[in-house]
């Protein structure tokens, strides 16, 4: 044997499979970065290729699997702290009615459809309810992820997903709850079904105590005592001390790893140590995030996915395309324009993380065969692998939809009618598209000077807010011909778009232009790269974030010098 083979043996097998996934992901990501290609799907190329090369066996021998289920549990239970973290009752709030309107549609007809099918191709029933709760979960990271990439996080499609999104969590906390009644009985465990819906009933009631006591009062005395001795490294220490001691006591009531780490996340997703939390964690959500996709290809036999890849093939389509079909529909029933609709339908039609987490708690317990467990897996992370990618298509293939006449005379401003009989009477007015923080002061300003304003905005709640103080408003898409043609833009005296999302405003602006040409334009780029796009177009000043910015710290700094 080789000395560099022998010296490998002597080596922690979890060691090595670590030392494998981050070489293997630093040069996998910098080809995948001059591809311009999603960084997630080489995340999980990478695991399908050290579990399959060999190298695991040459170098870590017969204890290389075990390496893997660790890493693989591990990542998982990092990466549902930081989801459990990023859940927000505040959203929430804001978001209820997507998300329980089209969560409860989306999860409800996913299951029955995905469970039926699985009772048609001889599944147990306990088996087909956890398959089709697999098939029905979407990725949280994956999608939000793509939506941020694509610089969409704030548009309506990426709320519709972060909407179901929630209620998904939500859903899966109670599921998890009732997951060991599905399970077989493991040997040695005796009892009646009524005698272990007792037990859970009392497990799962001890855990959700200890966790409310411990996000009540443990947690936050820790945290205070922690921050007043002013110790980075120790508060930071406290918090991943704190995902793994909930995930310990879950796993001790067999509950879980990973529901405790995401029990842990919500513990102190409401507190206020949240933003300190967030500015630790962060930093390091990418390797988690990074771990779980490795993790995932870990699991992966490319000789047996090979075997079955028409069943793989066929049910990672059929998932994606009835749901991306299902949430786009149901979008287009909550009020959502078509091609934001077609967003929020790709960005939730993959399998997600927790769909992987079912799988890895009840694939080993024998309630399918390995071959099913292998379709499964291959197809859930084939799903999440393509989701990116398939994201990238969403929007030019709604334009395209939109030309072929997709939508044009189906959707229907809210209240539109009225809309048109109140826009009658406007003129001098000022059109301003977005009314976030920045839309709001200048709607303001313009009220003080006596200057009628027109806003414009996605945000529902926004609307029916304005629309209470009497402010003129649509509900609509500035990136729609049909909007223009609802704001009396021939009369208008400016129109301002107060949001940097450059590729809609882009859009919005081609139209202005070819309804009237002559009307002042202002607009606002994130990026110094889009401003003289947007002046070809026509826009007559262009308000870049960046240099703003940079003009505001260089001015606050010479005052400091000053003063100093």
Same mark, same amino acid.
């Given at each position: 044997?080789?000395?560099?083979?022998? #010296? %490998?043996?002597?080596?922690?097998?979890?060691?090595?499979?670590?030392?494998?996934?981050?070489?293997? =992901?630093?040069?996998?990501?910098?080809?995948?970065?001059?591809?311009?290609?999603?960084?997630?799907?080489?995340?999980?190329?990478?695991?399908?290729?050290?579990?399959?090369?060999?190298?695991?066996?040459?170098?870590?021998?017969?204890?290389?699997?075990?390496?893997?289920?660790?890493?693989?549990?591990?990542?998982?239970?990092?990466?549902?702290?930081?989801?459990?973290?990023?859940?927000?009752?505040?959203?929430?709030?804001? /978001?209820?009615?997507?998300?329980? =309107?089209?969560?409860?549609?989306?999860?409800?007809?996913?299951?029955?459809?995905?469970?039926?099918?699985?009772?048609?191709?001889?599944?147990?029933?306990?088996?087909?309810? +956890?398959?089709?709760?697999?098939? &029905?979960?979407?990725?949280? #990271?994956?999608?939000?992820?793509?939506?941020?990439?694509?610089?969409?996080?704030?548009?309506?499609?990426?709320?519709?997903?972060?909407?179901?999104?929630?209620?998904?969590?939500?859903?899966?906390?109670?599921?998890? $709850?009732?997951?060991?009644?599905?399970?077989?009985?493991? %040997?040695?465990?005796?009892?009646?079904?009524?005698?272990?819906?007792?037990?859970?009933?009392?497990?799962?009631?001890?855990?959700?105590?200890?966790?409310?006591?411990?996000?009540?009062?443990?947690?936050?005395?820790?945290?205070?005592? /922690?921050? !007043?001795?002013?110790?980075?490294?120790?508060?930071?220490?406290?918090?991943?001390?704190?995902?793994?001691? $909930?995930?310990?006591?879950?796993?001790?009531?067999?509950?879980?790893?990973?529901?405790?780490?995401?029990?842990?996340?919500? &513990?102190?997703?409401?507190?206020?140590?949240?933003? !300190?939390?967030?500015?630790?964690?962060?930093?390091?959500?990418?390797?988690?995030?990074?771990?779980?996709?490795?993790?995932?290809?870990?699991? /992966?036999?490319? !000789?047996?996915?090979?075997?079955?890849?028409?069943? +793989?093939?066929?049910?990672?389509?059929?998932?994606?395309?009835?749901?991306?079909?299902?949430?786009?529909?149901?979008?287009?029933?909550?009020?959502?324009?078509? !091609?934001? &609709?077609?967003?929020?339908?790709?960005?939730?039609?993959?399998?997600?993380?927790?769909?992987?987490? @079912?799988?890895?708690?009840?694939?080993?317990?024998?309630?399918?065969?390995?071959?099913?467990?292998?379709?499964?897996? #291959?197809?859930?992370?084939?799903?999440?692998?393509?989701?990116?990618?398939?994201?990238?298509?969403?929007?030019?293939?709604?334009?395209? @939809?939109?030309?072929?006449?997709?939508?044009?005379?189906?959707?229907?401003?809210?209240?539109?009618?009225? @809309?048109?009989?109140?826009?009658?009477?406007?003129?001098?007015? *000022?059109?301003?598209?977005?009314?976030?923080?920045?839309?709001?002061?200048?709607?303001?300003?313009?009220?003080?000077?006596?200057?009628?304003?027109?806003?414009?905005?996605?945000?529902?709640?926004? =609307?029916?807010?304005?629309?209470?103080?009497?402010?003129?408003?649509?509900?609509?898409?500035?990136?729609?011909?049909?909007?223009?043609?609802?704001?009396?833009?021939?009369?208008?005296?400016? /129109?301002?778009?107060?949001?940097?999302?450059?590729?809609?405003? %882009?859009?919005?602006?081609?139209?202005?232009?070819?309804?009237?040409?002559?009307?002042?334009?202002?607009?606002?780029?994130?990026?110094?790269?889009?401003?003289?796009?947007?002046?070809?177009?026509?826009? %007559?000043?262009?308000?870049?974030?960046?240099?703003? *910015?940079?003009?505001?710290?260089?001015?606050?700094?010479?005052?400091?010098?000053?003063?100093?």
């Amino acid at each position: 044997m080789p000395p560099v083979l022998a #010296a %490998a043996e002597s080596l922690p097998p979890l060691f090595i499979l670590l030392a494998l996934m981050l070489v293997a =992901v630093v040069l996998v990501s910098l080809l995948l970065l001059r591809l311009q290609q999603s960084l997630l799907v080489g995340y999980f190329l990478c695991g399908v290729l050290i579990t399959n090369s060999g190298v695991l066996e040459i170098l870590g021998g017969g204890h290389s699997h075990t390496g893997i289920r660790q890493m693989s549990e591990f990542g998982v239970m990092l990466l549902m702290f930081t989801l459990g973290l990023e859940f927000s009752l505040s959203d929430l709030k804001y /978001v209820r009615r997507l998300a329980f =309107v089209g969560g409860g549609w989306q999860m409800g007809l996913c299951i029955a459809l995905a469970g039926t099918g699985a009772l048609i191709t001889q599944f147990p029933w306990a088996a087909a309810v +956890i398959v089709a709760v697999t098939l &029905a979960m979407s990725s949280t #990271a994956v999608s939000l992820k793509s939506f941020q990439d694509l610089g969409q996080e704030s548009s309506p499609g990426a709320r519709m997903a972060l909407a179901v999104a929630i209620f998904q969590d939500l859903f899966i906390i109670v599921f998890f $709850l009732v997951l060991p009644l599905l399970l077989p009985t493991e %040997a040695g465990e005796k009892g009646s079904l009524l005698t272990r819906v007792g037990s859970l009933l009392g497990r799962g009631g001890l855990f959700v105590i200890l966790a409310g006591v411990s996000a009540r009062w443990i947690i936050p005395t820790l945290l205070n005592a /922690v921050t !007043r001795t002013r110790n980075r490294e120790l508060f930071t220490l406290s918090i991943v001390g704190c995902c793994i001691g $909930l995930a310990f006591v879950g796993g001790m009531l067999h509950l879980g790893l990973a529901l405790g780490a995401f029990v842990a996340g919500l &513990a102190v997703s409401e507190s206020i140590f949240k933003p !300190r939390i967030l500015a630790d964690v962060m930093p390091i959500k990418d390797l988690f995030l990074t771990l779980f996709f490795v993790s995932v290809g870990l699991m /992966v036999d490319v !000789r047996m996915a090979i075997v079955y890849w028409q069943p +793989i093939l066929a049910l990672t389509l059929g998932m994606m395309l009835f749901k991306a079909g299902l949430i786009t529909v149901i979008a287009r029933r909550l009020g959502l324009v078509h !091609r934001q &609709a077609l967003m929020a339908g790709f960005g939730l039609c993959s399998a997600g993380e927790f769909s992987l987490v @079912l799988l890895q708690k009840a694939g080993p317990v024998g309630l399918w065969s390995a071959e099913a467990q292998q379709i499964l897996v #291959a197809s859930c992370a084939l799903s999440m692998g393509l989701l990116p990618g398939l994201m990238k298509t969403a929007e030019p293939l709604g334009a395209w @939809l939109e030309k072929k006449g997709w939508g044009r005379r189906k959707p229907k401003l809210p209240e539109s009618d009225i @809309l048109r009989q109140k826009m009658k009477a406007m003129t001098g007015h *000022a059109i301003i598209v977005g009314h976030g923080p920045v839309g709001e002061r200048l709607n303001k300003a313009l009220l003080d000077q006596g200057i009628p304003t027109l806003v414009i905005d996605l945000n529902a709640e926004t =609307v029916r807010n304005l629309k209470r103080h009497g402010q003129p408003v649509l509900f609509a898409d500035a990136a729609h011909l049909e909007t223009w043609e609802l704001t009396r833009l021939d009369q208008a005296r400016m /129109v301002a778009f107060t949001f940097p999302d450059a590729p809609i405003t %882009a859009e919005a602006l081609s139209i202005v232009r070819e309804l009237r040409p002559e009307v002042p334009v202002l607009a606002r780029a994130r990026f110094a790269s889009d401003v003289e796009r947007l002046k070809r177009l026509g826009a %007559a000043v262009v308000v870049n974030d960046e240099l703003e *910015a940079a003009k505001s710290i260089v001015e606050s700094a010479l005052i400091m010098q000053g003063d100093s």
